[in-house]
């Protein structure tokens, strides 16, 4: 594959996470406070947990796997990522980290070519068997996956707290139609 050929596959799959980073956000558009704070599924976790988790997901991936960034990979390994949120957390600041983690994981993306392996795996995590993400292409894909499931998970939360529905095939609140 050409060197153009990479650059196109890899700014299509980051048109694919922008897609679903879309989604997550706009699905939570004019939720309060209380709502974002709110669990409504038997899991327990609230959208102000998920967006949390999907943040820590970013910074895993790209800054830490593929960039190999000290400060991240230090924070990773000393355990602090995840679901937990601390309280003083609005989920304004939640939404406000989310979309600068976005802006650091694409200058990340966009600096890295596609079969770039990564830079450091967080064994801690995920131990050094036989699962193992190999290249940006594979940590794209992955990202995108999980980012496309929780953004389903928000569907049905948003759906459940005042029965507004997003529509998928066009990425616009089912109001706008």
């Not at 996470?17 to 706009?26: A, I, N, T």
């Not at 327990?44 to 895993?60: A, I, Q, Y």
């Not at 800054?63 to 190999?68: I, L, T």
């Not at 995590?125 to 993400?133: A, D, E, Y």
């Amino acid at each position: 594959m050409s060197g153009e050929s990479k650059a196109v596959e890899r700014e299509t799959l980051l048109g694919y996470l922008d897609s679903q980073r879309k989604h997550v956000l706009g699905i939570l558009d004019g939720l309060g406070e209380g709502d974002l704070r709110k669990a409504v599924l038997p899991s327990g976790w609230s959208p102000r947990d998920l967006v949390h988790h999907l943040t820590w997901s970013e910074v895993l991936w790209f800054r830490g796997a593929m960039a190999a960034d000290r400060q991240v990979i230090d924070t990773l390994v000393a355990g602090e990522f995840g679901w937990k949120v601390p309280e003083e957390f609005s989920g304004a600041d939640v939404l406000a980290r989310y979309r600068q983690t976005i802006e650091q994981s694409n200058r990340v993306i966009g600096a890295t070519a596609i079969d770039a392996v990564l830079a450091w795996w967080p064994t801690k995590m995920f131990g050094s068997g036989s699962w193992r993400l190999g290249s940006l292409r594979e940590v794209l894909m992955h990202v995108i996956v999980d980012t496309a499931t929780h953004a389903g998970q928000l569907d049905a939360v948003r759906e459940l707290i005042d029965g507004r529905q997003w529509l998928v095939n066009d990425d616009r609140p089912a109001a706008d139609h």
